[in-house]
T-cell receptor, first 114, second 113 residues
């Protein structure tokens, strides 16, 4: 199993540009999440999904959209990039079955907005 | 929502000494508390977790304690080694499907050989 994969690994955007960060998992996990990691602020939840067709907002959703059309994929869209969105983005998935809540993280995408 | 505070933000110890990282949480409904280790440039990985029906859990050199009354939990690493150097994150969640995780701000641990 590849686990959780993310593309791209690095990205530089200009202010106002849009892009999609890709996330996929091959563990048949129901639950997927997007976090951003900023120095001194830990991991903050952007959006999450409890299954195909179901998404919800986390702690810092503004400026981001998500969709979950399949169990495997959970892309994150930046609508109009801003320098405040410079961060490292992690996608995570978890089984969600009884007692199985460990989150498996992808390798991350380092995004710089100039 | 839940608020998780983590201390200290940085910690340096001599190899062989113990390291302790502490977290507090605000929501008494939280009952699942994982700890993640993140090496430089890598993804966070689960190292140990504890549920609220347990006061302590050990796995070799790593242990976690939980005081539900005081709403705090701690990570203890004994006989530290250079490979323990990393950033450690605590988190709090409810032990149920679709739970959200709330992370602490991280502790950067350096083990000095």
């Amino acid at each position: 199993n590849a686990g959780v994969t993310q593309t791209p690994k690095f990205q530089v955007l200009k202010t106002g540009q849009s892009m999609t960060l890709q996330c996929a998992q091959d563990m048949n996990h129901e639950y997927m999440s997007w976090y951003r990691q900023d120095p001194g602020m830990g991991l903050r939840l952007i959006h999450y999904s409890v299954g195909a067709g179901i998404t919800d907002q986390g702690e810092v959703p503004n400026g981001y959209n998500v969709s979950r059309s399949t169990t495997e994929d959970f892309p994150l869209r930046l609508l109009s990039a801003a320098p405040s969105q410079t961060s490292v983005y992690f996608c995570a998935s978890s089984d969600g079955g009884a007692g199985r809540y460990e989150q498996y993280f992808g390798p991350g995408t380092r995004l710089t907005v100039t | 929502g839940e608020n998780v505070e983590q201390h200290p933000s940085t910690l340096s110890v001599q190899e062989g000494d113990s390291a302790v990282i502490k977290c507090t949480y605000s929501d008494s409904a939280s009952n699942y508390f994982p700890w993640y280790k993140q090496e430089l440039g890598k993804r966070p990985q689960l190292i140990i977790d504890i549920r609220s029906n347990v006061g302590e859990k050990k796995d070799q050199r790593i242990a976690v304690t939980l005081n539900k009354t005081a709403k705090h939990f701690s990570l203890h690493i004994t006989e530290t080694q250079p490979e323990d150097s990393a950033v450690y994150f605590c988190a709090a969640s409810m032990d149920q499907p679709g739970n959200q995780f709330y992370f602490g701000t991280g502790t950067s641990l350096t083990v000095i050989p």
